[in-house]
């Protein structure tokens, strides 16, 4: 499966959210770190659902960028 992941570029770090599973995120100090770890996070967050006996949700976000041309 594959899941939407959102990273986002904080002050001093790089943060890491699954919006298809609430809950599963990852910190890091670098952008190739989080995504290390956001990948062992949707693993992790999927055995556990799988282990309580809780439907695992499809994967249904998608995600694009725009650009947006602004005047000067």
Do not use: N
């Amino acid at each position: 499966m594959k899941y939407a992941v959102l990273i986002e570029r904080g002050p001093t770090s790089f943060g890491a959210t699954v919006p298809d599973l609430p809950g599963c995120i990852a910190v890091a100090e670098s952008r190739e770190e989080v995504e290390r770890l956001i990948e062992e996070a949707i693993a992790g967050h999927i055995a556990v659902l799988k282990e309580l006996g809780h439907p695992v949700p499809e994967p249904l976000t998608q995600a694009t960028t725009i650009d947006v041309k602004t005047s000067a």
